[in-house]
Each structure stands twice: as C-alpha cells, then as structure tokens.
C-alpha cells in the first residue's frame, strides 16, 4: 500500500501533500502504467487521514489526468509518454545594457516638470467617481464615445477639421493603428514611406509582411514624381513637419499628392501628423484630410507626443467609406486602450487643459530650443555651425563645418560621450543624404551637458582639421 | 491694390483675417497664378495695418504654399492646380445599434460593486506619488520591469512557474501579442486553431494573413492525431479550460502535444490562459510552459478577465530563444500599455490585492453559477435540461430536452427577448456539434432577468414540442 508521510503545519493541506506524492510516484515511474490504485476508504485508513482527503487528491490527480477512474472497479494510473515535469528555468539572455551618454541629442525626453499631474491625477479621480460603472464597460471598437467627441471637438476648434467622431479609432499607439491599417487596406496593396524618414515606420510595413517602397523627397517634401514612378498604392507621409528634415509639405504638392491618388482606384495616403502641434511660426497647416473631397485620406495624429510619451493612446480618422469596411472586418477586434484613461483624457480635453498645455509645452520648447541654439552658436563652435529648419517640432537641423565623414564624427562623438544623429542615418542609402548635418532633438538636453558637448565636438572638429592639413 | 475689410473683437487677430481674405482670394481665382502681390509695406499702408501684421500674413501664406517670395523682387501667387477647399464633412453611416436584450447569455460582463473601485484609486494616486517622473519615461518594449516582476513573483507564488521576468512581454490585450506572434514566428508558418473555440483567434489569424487551420477536439482537447494530419507549425490551444466546451486537457494529451511540437523544428504551441483563475474545483492545472523541456511554449494570459474588461493588460512568456529573437525582430515596438496602469497593476499586485480580489471574484462567481443552476433548474424548464462543464470559467453548459433545431430556437429565443448562444455557434461546420446545447455565460446574468428568460424558453420548447407532435 502506499505510504507516505504528511507534514504538518508547513501550510500545505493534506489533500495536497497526499496529491503531490501520489504525482511524484507516477512521474518518476514508481507508480506503473495501468496500475490499480487502493480505494480511497482503504488509503485513508492506511495514511490516517478522512477518506475526504483521499478523494480530493484523487479528484486533482483525475482533473490532471494523471489517473483515471473506472466506474465500480476503481482508480488507475493513466498511461504517461515521457516524464513531464516542472523544467528548471532555462537561462534567459539579459538585454544589452543600455549606453548612456553625457549627452544625448537622438532622444527626445519630456521633463517630468512640464506633466500636469496634479491637474492629471485630479481627472483621474474625477474619471473614477463620474464615470463609475462605465469604466468596466469595454469601450467600442473605437474607442470611448466621450474621448472621440472631445478630440472631434478639439479638431475643430484647433485645425479646422469637420469630423464625425464615429469616424474616429483610438488605438495605444500609432504601430498599433498602421498594423489595423494593413488589414483594413489589405496585405497585398504596395506601401510607401519617405526616404529619408523615421526608420521604425519602414520596419513596421515590413513586420506587417506587406510590399514597401521608400520615395525621396525633394525641397517640397515626397516627390509625387518618384511615386509616380512607384508601384505603391498607399503613401505614408508627415505633410505637416516632416522627420528628420523639418519640410512643411507646400499646397502645391499636397495637391499633386491628391491628384495621384485620384488617378486610381484603391489609392490612399496616409496622413501622419504626430509632430504638428509645436510649430512656433504662424498657424498650423491645414490638413490634407480637410482638402480631400474624394475620400482619399486617412489621418492620424497622437497623444503621446504632446501629453507624454507613456500615454499610449492615438488616433486615425477614416474617410466614410473606409469606416464601413473597418466596421465589417475589422470591427471585431477591442479597442486597446484602457477605458480609465480615455475618459481621463477626454476631460483633460473638454475641460479645455488640453490645448493649454499645449500652449504651455509650445512656449517652453521654443524657449528650450532658443537656449540650445544660444548656447550652440555662442560656444566653441561658433562660426563652425549653422542652424537649419528650427521653426517647427521638437528637433531642429545643425550643419557642422567640418570634413570629416559622419560615420567617424558619430563614432568619434559617442567615444567622448555624446550621442548624435546624422540626417543621413535617416536614408536608406546614406551617399543620397547631404552630409554633416546633425539632427538635434532638443527638448531633453541640459544646458550643462550641452555646453561640455560642444566643447567635445569642437575639439574632435580641430582634431581632424589638424590631421587633414 | 487688393482691399479688405477687418472685423475688430472678433477674437480673430488682424494677420489671420489678411491671411483668410488673400487665401480665399486665391482659391476663388480671383488672385491669379503667378500674380505679384503689393509689398508687405504699400498693402500695409493701404489697408492702414502694421507692416507686421502683413509680414505675418505673407509668411503664413508662404508657409502653407500659397504664395512664394522672389528674393529682391517680392511675392507671387503660386499655381495650385484645382481648387482646394475644406470639403463639407461627407456623410457618416452610422454603426448599426446595437439590439438590447431582455437576457443576455452571450456577453460576460462584470457587475460594477465587484470592480475594487477604492483600492485601485488608492493604488492610482500612490503611483503618481511614488512614481512620478518614472511615469514619463516610455516603459521598455515589453514593459515596465516593476510589473513584470509582480507577475513572474504570482506565477511563482500562485501558478508554480518559474519565469524570469525579462521573458515577460506586457501588451494591450491579447489580441494585440498574437500579432506580435505571429511577426516573430513567421507569416509563413501554418497556425492552428481549436474547433469548436472563440471566433475571434481564428479571425485574428486570417486578418494576419497566415495559413489557418481548424483542428477538430475530441474528449481531452485538441485532437493531435488531426494536428498531425494537418500542416500547422503553431498551435493556439487553451489546455486549462476550453472555451465553449470547459474540456480541461488531461496531462497525457499535453504530453502528445510537447511531443508533437518537438518532433520538427520550428513547432510552437501557444498556451492561452485567459480564463484559467475561476477554478472552482481542486488547485490549477499545471501548466504546458513549466512542463515544456524544450522552448517549444508560449504561454499567456490577461488581466482584462480577472480585474476588468476595460483594463487592457495582457502577457506572453517566450522561451528564452524566442525572447532573443523577439528583441532582434520586434524590440524596436513600444509597449502598447501606458506606463501608469502598469504601475498602478503593478501595486496592486505586490501588495497582495490581486490574489484577494480573484479569491473574492472565484466565490463571488461560484455563487452566482450556484444561483443561477439552481433558477434554471427548479423554473419551468425543470426536468428538460441538464447542466454540464460548471466546474470552471465563468461559463457552463445547458443541453436543452428539445427537437428544434439551435438555429429556429436561437430566432425564437431572440424574438422574445433572450440572446442565447448555441455549442453549435462554435464550431467552423455547426453539423459537427452536438445540437441543443446553450453556452450560458453566467457573470452578468440578473437572477429576475433570468427568472423571465426561463419562462419564455419553455413557451418555445413547449410551442415546438407541440407543433412536432
């Protein structure tokens, strides 16, 4: 009979510890295969504990599938392939540390003193105690009723856009929406994106497994030309301020861009614009969505640039006919934001804190951005700079005078601890892209480390005059 | 010399009302293309505004392309092709609305009183305390480490799994990290799917573009023996409690399935456990991820059954192998949840109030199952139905004593008022499921609205017994 011991207040049940031996036993094979186990009542008279307990264990042992019970004959133990037990945790590769540098002009980080958070945590409370019961409610595919009709609102008031809000889908994030974008204009449709532009929506395109081209631009921005020349049939592009070049798309060249699409059935262009917001000249460009009278536009713009990077909610906004076939097929799928934050956010919006920090964000950056490029062109390299496309977005353009190549002066750069960006890292062939041209994102750097920067910069600048000569 | 009247406390500064009147002008045609405009001084001095303010005007006109400047000679209108207007808003079809019912046996909801409002305002407040700039910084692409150290510590604790916690990826749903899935294994591998299970997986699937299989079930699960005769590379299988039919797959069934998966390469199987907490019977079935020797498991779950449907909290668990992978392939994407409910989960979870709330929820549920099977049983339809699969999960079965085929009862049912769904809605072929069973997803039944669902049921089983005789 089997005979096991039983520990006694070490928080493991009875039922359990007589389970975990009786699992023990047929895993390591002392328990065979087909073997008939004793009665529950002769088991528990044998260990001394209530037939209960006996059954409890055999039940789990059953639900497992670790024995099976054979109706007025009894319990036996089931036929196992392998021994199946709890592996050791196999080693896990830890992620590459990550470098930090004295200064670092590819990141753009938002200081935690310009976030709202009193005001934020205040919707937040307000959220919890208005929206109560709604917040256990799964928001539709669309997001919350409530957010869409604050972000409609702001649209209109703001950039003159018309939208329905049902025309609206939020999502946690731009990746989440271009990958719903894929499925909703379909997988075998040819996507292009600007060369140079932000890498990581190349690679999302190619990740959706679809066709990508990459287009050049030229002074105007996407060269309609060269897409023309293209196979593509949607055109992902950032009319409003283009990364990393700083082009304001021209309403001549949204038009061409509007005509080709006109040309042929099942073109599209996609309207990026998560870096309008912060243009520190004149008032923002109308969106090629309101110019669009055929239905050939799809918008996209996000929170996470404008409230904080962690906020992960974003929207598009679908010409009618496009929100039909998203209903149809793609209608199934949850929104992906949480309902708390969305209705955080549309008081944020409605209660009009929205757009004054926005004004408030507008007004620091640009004085940020004044104090970088002060200290730039006043420090040791004055002369040796100039300052290029510094009127919208949180990044701004800086042409060194130097010769050295810009693979040498990133490298060079990084050894004394400053992280730079090339506008030609931005290409996808760099011998396309002007050369020595830093692409500055601004809005985390400290004054103190920007200064010690540029000194570095400025020695290494003399170093390599000195070798050429 | 162009001539405008200005509108004064309107709210709208001298510059936009310029800007406006020379942009509808141009778009009207009346200023043609090519046309030089006055000097910035004479149209100043003529419309008796500052130079500035006509400065502004030009640059903002430049600025969106309307006009260009010509060093040394001055401004000129550019050639826009077609008039470009904000189009009127084009008509929106409004969603279909969606159809209330009397009783609704389809839709799991959440009763609002069982949502730990208090607790998860306080935890909410104690983050932006205690986190505070944290909350700004985007959290790495598989989340932020605090959570995933909650989590790997109740796999621990709770599910006897040892995870490290950098194998944890934290996403915004499920359906969110299946499209992650499906990008590291491959758009060119065969995925599998149960037979009957969710529609859903099976949608998100053919939206992804992949090959999709439907595997047929037998008494233990997933049948291997037709995985086998399929070409499926990747499984999605839910071992621990099967939706609809509540099969819990017995250890020798997975055991055939971790030896399928390691008889090729490149074999996966996705252990989806979204619904495994509610178990009222016996301790959790130990998982296929901690009996997997061999890296073939991928296992998941969500937090959006067990806290809240509108909280989008979801994780996979790679093996170590696919985990590099991963962040070769996909660590570019940002994490899809906002930093602040991870931390808040994150809280919740260390101090122990998760555990307490799914203990409450697990009895909370068990009495409402209880409640609900005993209306059931002892109303009209006493005697003609037979309740099956109560042990887990937040639904059961009920086989109904009747002749009618699921979809006339499924009509008739809808016409009085009651939504039910059918075992038969489950299966890709509905004449391969076993006919008058009702999926009865119980958590937001309210016991009077099925009191009266009860008695309409039995006028139909009664109606149609009648007419069949």
Redesign the interface.
């Given at each position: 009979m089997l005979t096991y011991t039983f520990e006694k207040g070490g928080g493991i049940s009875l039922y359990?510890q007589l389970?975990r031996h009786i699992r023990e036993d047929i895993l390591s094979g002392r328990l065979h295969s087909g073997e008939k186990l004793p009665s529950k009542r002769m088991l528990a008279s044998h260990l001394e504990v209530s037939v209960i307990t006996v059954r409890?264990a055999y039940?789990?042992l059953m639900?497992?599938?670790?024995i099976y019970g054979v109706e007025k004959k009894g319990y036996y133990v089931?036929?196992?392939?392998?021994p199946?037990?709890?592996?050791?945790?196999?080693?896990?590769?830890?992620?590459e540390p990550v470098k930090t540098y004295q200064l670092d002009l590819v990141t753009n980080?938002?200081s935690?003193e310009y976030?709202p958070?009193t005001v934020?945590?205040r919707m937040?409370?307000q959220t919890?105690l208005e929206q109560?019961?709604k917040?256990?409610?799964?928001?539709?595919y669309n997001g919350a009723e409530l957010l869409r009709q604050a972000i409609a609102q702001d649209l209109q008031q703001f950039r003159?856009m018309?939208?329905?809000p049902?025309?609206i889908i939020v999502g946690?994030?731009g990746?989440?929406l271009y990958?719903l974008l894929v499925?909703l204009l379909g997988?075998d449709r040819c996507y292009a994106v600007e060369d140079p532009g932000y890498r990581?929506i190349g690679?999302?395109y190619e990740?959706?497994?679809v066709q990508l081209r990459r287009i050049r631009l030229d002074d105007?921005g996407l060269s309609v030309e060269a897409l023309r020349g293209s196979d593509a049939d949607v055109v992902h592009i950032s009319p409003s301020h283009h990364y990393p070049t700083g082009i304001?798309?021209?309403?001549?060249?949204?038009?061409?861009l509007?005509?080709w699409a006109g040309e042929k059935e099942g073109r599209y262009i996609l309207e990026d614009e998560y870096d309008s917001e912060f243009r520190f000249?004149?008032?923002p460009?109308?969106t090629l969505f309101?110019?669009?009278?055929h239905?050939h536009v799809i918008y996209m713009n996000t929170f996470s640039k404008t409230i904080?990077?962690?906020?992960?909610?974003s929207y598009m906004i679908l010409?009618?006919h496009l929100?039909?076939a998203y209903?149809e097929?793609?209608g199934?799928?949850?929104?992906?934001?949480?309902?708390?934050?969305q209705y955080t956010l549309a008081a944020f919006m409605m209660q009009g804190r929205y757009e004054q920090h926005i004004n408030r964000m507008r007004n620091r950056y640009r004085q940020k951005r004044d104090a970088v490029i002060q200290i730039i062109c006043q420090g040791p390299l004055a002369g040796r700079v100039e300052i290029m496309e510094q009127d919208a977005g949180l990044h701004f353009l800086m042409r060194l005078d130097t010769r050295l190549p810009d693979g040498r002066l990133k490298e060079q750069a990084a050894a004394r601890g400053v992280r730079l960006a090339m506008l030609s890292d931005y290409y996808r062939c760099a011998a396309d892209a002007p050369e020595h041209v830093v692409v500055v994102n601004y809005s985390g750097i400290e004054p103190e480390h920007l200064r010690l920067g540029m000194e570095q910069l400025a020695e290494i600048l003399e170093g390599s005059s000195c070798t050429t000569n």
């Open positions: 359990e389970y409890n039940e789990q639900a497992e599938g670790y089931s036929t196992l392939e392998q199946l037990r709890s592996s050791s945790s196999p080693m896990v590769q830890m992620a980080s938002i935690a976030f958070f934020w945590a937040m409370r919890i109560d019961k917040l256990l409610v799964p928001p539709p003159g018309t939208v329905d049902e025309q946690a994030g990746e989440v990958h499925q997988r990581k690679q999302i990740s959706a497994g105007a304001v798309m021209p309403i001549t060249r949204r038009q061409e509007l005509r000249v004149g008032r460009i109308p309101s110019s669009d009278e239905q904080a990077p962690s906020i992960r909610i010409p009618p929100l039909t209903r097929k793609l199934f799928y949850a929104c992906t934001v949480s309902s708390f934050e």
